[in-house]
């Protein structure tokens, strides 16, 4: 394996861990104003976030400082490109991190009101947002023969790409569901649980709608044939079976199974893209590769050694940071946020 | 307004603005861990009420430094697509371990600080924060490798139409960085200091609940602002005859001295017309700049026109002078408002050890008026190092005008600013409010003096806790 394809492994990583981790804390934003009853049901699911969430966003801060490192033509590409769209999730980005924080520093409900609705927009926003991002890489974008984006923000918001971002949405949504359902106590991880059940159809319609269009929409297929292997195959049954432990009640399980698809879509869409990072829609011959856009070898070997050394380590206290925070969080509990 | 200039009038406010936060983060991180060490080694329950009240504060400002760090993140490659694409070989590469190293070290273990109080023992409780304080310190350091590569390019090579990396050791070992990261640390440890001692002497003065809380604050930060400012001045120093050597149009540029001159002289106030490119009126002091760029008074230090013809002749025709109002009003407000706050750490530390804190009420009210200075200084000096850089984005090697991007247009980055503006705009009304009102309700019944009321927990400490 080249550096080049390590990279694109090692960036398909960094959002895998992204989309796992933030994904059930947008999920847990969008639910907050449906399952909190009150201001303290709101600050408990809040909570159970709170000694998590900035490490997660991390994830995606360090997948686009990779991307810079390893592709920069990728990422002055995409970032001039989707430029509206990102001014739009930096806004639910501020939004929602200073809500967390701000919310429960002030007794005035108008004040609180206003930050659990930018908690709820914040989280929305960027889940729908890196849903049409992804859609679009694959589905392909008007690049030209410079590696510039020459599409507007209109050209984004294509019927496939906001397809996926609903599919991102609702497996935010169910992924959020189950880990509050595990985080919480009494009727607040009861009404978890329902919601949890209520996002799971949805999800799946949305997830499978969404691997039809890609037949339709992208090459997705045509490269990786009728039958694409175990890795998407086992996307779609972990997706099947999260209903199934829903319903048992094996929440636990339940949250395995939504974290396995989360993992195993995303590996299937950078199957479909490698080595392509960004499509273009106008020649094939314009698309953004592993190659073209890569930093030159010798940056490439420094990165590696960087990440082989961090990433580790970082995997090590961010899953003891978990193990403390281990406990379900309850309305008697001492509530920081 | 052409998107150049929309451009850089974001990058000039969103810089500033998160460096607002960025600063006081690095500085009272090492200031809350130092007070929770205190805590943990002598056992003594002011400390802790010490860690407990800074940190609340610590952490609502920490929080607008995430956000807005973000912003400068995707910035680079938003307006300054052609920038990236340049330099992305050497310049992403510390973006990315400063979020693989520091932001992960950060936001994890600060988040074991907030929430961990009573979920892990007093020594690990302490070492989290100190862990927050070190990631903030690498992140530090690592962003000031990347800017050091704009102002001193080192370690690469021109090739593929780009600037190619060829040596990381060379980039982390910049003399650039190693002068500009001390000076920038100590600038956070300034703000700090400035911060606690300006909230502290308010408290004091207002004999507020837990006096030996606000005491002990005051004593620790005296030596800090004391040794932040003067460490930040005598590096500041360094750092200027260091561009003497290797950006010699800043210096001029911060002087606003238009002839070469030896011995130099010192500009006290020096007004120009309004296109900052000529001087109509200055009063100086001969040979001062001299002193301060060679330690002797003789030596010469080049003019900006000198300069220019050099750089014409080295680079092309072009106009290679930089803003002189802001180069020149910048430095000087920098250094005004750095030895100012060495004055005012001074006077401060002798009140403390003559023990006459209490009887200069007015000098204690003037301490919190104070706290704006280190903000003042820290604009400043970025304001200076970016726009004493121009027209170069990286020194000599691309001008700012050819690093913004090609395919967003005027308009809709007109859009982004205006809508990051408005936002940041009233997130510092809030931020304002809510530091504020936490400092001033000063420490709360929970940490005050009385000991620890253990029955206080659950619903009860709802709201504002």
Partial sequence: MDLNTVWFVLVTVLFIGFFLLEGFDYGVGILLPFLGKDDTDRRVIINTIGPVWDGNEVWLITAGGAIFAAFPQWYATMFSGFYLALVLMLLALIGRGVGFEFRSKDRNPTWRALWDWLIFAGSLVPALLWGVAFGNLVRGVPIDANMQYVGSFWTLLNPYALLDGLAFVAIFGLHGAIFLSLKTKGELAERAHKAAMRFWLPAVVLIFAYVIASYFATDMFTRLGINPGPIPLGAGVALLATGWFIRQRHHGWAFVMTSLTIALSTITVTMGLYPRVMVSSLNPDWSLTIYNASSSPYTLRVMTIVALIFVPIVLLYQGWSYWIFRKRIGREDVLEY | ?465
């Fill in chain 2, 1 to 465: 307004m052409d998107a150049l200039a929309v451009a850089r009038l974001q990058f000039a406010i969103t810089t500033v603005y998160h460096f607002f936060f960025v600063p006081l983060t690095v500085g009272l991180g090492i200031l809350v861990a130092l007070m929770e060490t205190l805590y943990v080694l002598r056992g003594d329950e002011v400390y802790k009420r010490m860690t407990k009240f800074w940190g609340k504060l610590f952490v609502i400002n920490f929080a607008m430094g995430v956000v807005t760090g973000i912003v400068m993140e995707f910035q680079f490659g938003m307006n300054w697509s052609e920038y990236a694409r340049f330099v992305g070989d050497i310049f992403g590469v510390p973006l990315a371990i400063e979020a693989l190293l520091a932001f992960f070290l950060e936001s994890t273990f600060l988040g074991i600080w907030i929430f961990g109080w009573d979920r892990v023992p007093k020594g690990v409780h302490a070492a989290a924060i100190w862990l927050v304080a070190i990631g903030s310190v690498f992140s530090a350091f690592w962003i000031l490798v990347a800017n050091s590569f704009m102002q001193e390019p080192v370690g690469y090579v021109l090739s593929n139409g780009r600037a190619e990396m060829v040596d990381f050791g060379a980039l982390v070992t910049s003399l650039h960085v190693w002068i500009q990261f001390p000076h920038v640390l100590f600038a956070g440890v300034t703000t700090a200091g400035f911060f606690v001692l300006g909230i502290s002497a308010y408290h004091l003065v207002k004999k507020s609940r837990g006096q030996e809380v606000f005491r002990r604050s005051f004593q620790m930060a005296v030596v800090y602002a004391l040794a932040g400012s003067v460490l930040v001045g005598l590096i500041g120093h360094t750092q200027g005859q260091y561009l003497h050597e290797v950006q010699p149009m800043k210096l001029a540029a911060a002087e606003a001295l238009w002839n070469t001159e030896q011995p130099a002289s010192f500009s006290i106030f020096t007004l120009g017309d309004l296109s900052g490119k000529k001087e109509v009126f200055s009063i100086r002091i001969p040979g001062v700049v001299s002193l301060l760029t060679c330690n002797n008074l003789t030596c010469e230090v080049k003019g900006i026109n000198d300069l220019q013809a050099e750089f014409v002749q080295k680079y092309g025709p072009g106009d290679y002078v930089p803003f002189l109002p802001i180069t020149y009003w910048s430095f000087r407000a920098m250094v005004g408002s750095g030895l100012l706050m060495i004055l005012l750490a001074g006077i401060s530390l002798y009140l403390v050890l003559a023990g006459k804190m209490g009887q200069y009420p007015k000098f204690m009210k003037l301490l919190l008026w104070a706290i704006p200075l280190p903000y003042l200084a820290n604009s400043n000096g970025w304001l200076l190092a970016e726009v004493g850089r121009q027209p170069w984005v990286v020194y000599g090697l691309m001008k700012t005008a050819d690093g913004v991007s090609q395919v967003v247009s005027p308009g809709t980055m007109l859009f982004s600013l205006l809508t990051f503006t408005l936002v940041y705009g009233a997130l510092m009304v809030v931020d304002i409010y809510l530091l504020a009102k936490y400092a001033r309700k000063g420490v709360t019944e929970e940490e005050g003096e009385s000991p620890q009321v253990s029955l206080t927990g659950g619903a009860v400490l709802e709201g504002e806790v």
